[in-house]
């Protein structure tokens, strides 16, 4: 190691930078949140280290020597790019990124969410892009420790010890039937609700498997008449068939202005919906993801003011 950066503090540099600036030694002190007894000392041991005076007293403050002038030329560039290197906190303006932010998302949250989390971006950010990704709950975490996603958004209970996370919203299950069901008309009974099929999504990365392991536990696994990765397209399938499909309120109602379908009360015990965001903890203090997470909650709140009742505030 250099012999100078051995014996020199490099605090000391950044005083002497200070009195260069402000010729004065009192108004260092105040730029560096220091007393000036502080100042003064560090001013004193590069006196020492450079066998130079430095700075000498003039009228209002202090004058520099040949020796910190020639100093000051030198360090000036050196301290610039060290504070540089060291300020290692990533400074993200949305204004102007290019940014492309990955997402865990359900098809639910692309089709509820993401509209308004666009509407967002084209005001504030309107170079970020998004790709959104659809995983198994056990690849989730995987791809937000090692970077390939920077955030989940969903009904995900089993995330919630390995993962940091913000409650969203809640929700509830309704069952969705077709207007012209010849057996099912005003209300959905529970005899109905055992007597029909059912088309089930099955949804891989979320909890929605609790459709069916709730048919499961009534014995109705032979009741399902087919299975579909995406909640998407149960509303067609519904609306062109007798089944029954059990789905996230929201969905049902913004669905109803795409397809023919009945919105019912779920006539069996269902768990509520409980929607999260989740990050891992290495993005935690990262500006960007901080900035992607308070973006989502604000998109949730638009969804809130327009009055669709299926969404409600959690408690949290």
């Known amino acids: 190691m250099n012999n100078v950066l051995q014996t020199l503090d490099l605090n000391r540099l950044l005083v002497f930078r200070a009195i260069w600036d402000h010729r004065n030694v009192s108004r260092a002190a105040d730029a560096l949140g220091v007393s000036q007894p502080t100042v003064s000392h560090a001013l004193r041991s590069l006196r020492d280290h450079f066998n130079d005076r430095l700075f000498v007293r003039c009228s209002g403050g202090v004058m520099p020597t040949p020796l910190a002038e020639t100093l000051a030329q030198r360090i000036a560039q050196p301290l610039a790019l060290l504070e540089h290197g060291l300020n290692m906190r990533e400074q993200f303006n949305p204004n102007v990124s290019r940014r492309e932010f990955t997402v865990v998302m359900t098809d639910i949250a692309v089709a509820i969410i993401m509209p308004y989390i666009l509407d967002i971006c084209r005001r504030e950010a309107p170079q970020v892009s998004f790709k959104v990704?659809?995983?198994?709950?056990?690849?989730?975490?995987?791809?937000?420790?090692?970077?390939?996603?920077?955030?989940?958004?969903?009904?995900?209970?089993?995330?919630?010890?390995?993962?940091?996370?913000?409650?969203?919203?809640?929700?509830?299950?309704?069952?969705?039937?077709?207007?012209?069901?010849?057996?099912?008309?005003?209300?959905?009974?529970?005899?109905?609700?055992?007597?029909?099929?059912?088309?089930?999504?099955?949804?891989?990365?979320?909890?929605?498997?609790?459709?069916?392991?709730?048919?499961?536990?009534?014995?109705?696994?032979?009741?399902?008449?087919?299975?579909?990765?995406?909640?998407?397209?149960?509303?067609?399938?519904?609306?062109?068939?007798?089944?029954?499909?059990?789905?996230?309120?929201?969905?049902?109602?913004?669905?109803?202005?795409?397809?023919?379908?009945?919105?019912?009360?779920?006539?069996?015990?269902?768990?509520?919906?409980?929607?999260?965001?989740?990050?891992?903890?290495?993005?935690?203090?990262?500006?960007?993801?901080?900035?992607?997470?308070d973006v989502i909650p604000r998109a949730v709140e638009q969804v809130l003011a327009k009055g669709t009742r299926g969404f409600a505030h959690t408690s949290s």
Request: aromatic residues 6%.
């Open 133 to 293: 990704l659809q995983m198994p709950t056990e690849s989730i975490l995987s791809a937000l420790r090692e970077g390939t996603a920077d955030l989940a958004v969903g009904f995900s209970p089993a995330l919630h010890s390995s993962l940091l996370y913000k409650p969203l919203f809640e929700s509830e299950y309704v069952c969705i039937v077709s207007p012209a069901h010849p057996r099912i008309h005003n209300r959905l009974t529970r005899t109905d609700f055992i007597r029909e099929r059912h088309a089930v999504a099955q949804a891989p990365g979320t909890g929605h498997h609790v459709v069916e392991s709730t048919l499961h536990r009534m014995g109705l696994i032979n009741q399902i008449g087919t299975r579909v990765p995406h909640f998407l397209a149960l509303p067609m399938i519904v609306a062109a068939s007798e089944m029954i499909a059990t789905i996230p309120r929201p969905l049902a109602e913004l669905m109803q202005n795409v397809a023919p379908v009945s919105i019912h009360r779920v006539p069996v015990r269902m768990p509520r919906l409980l929607i999260d965001q989740f990050w891992h903890e290495r993005l935690h203090d990262d500006a960007a993801a901080q900035w992607l997470r």
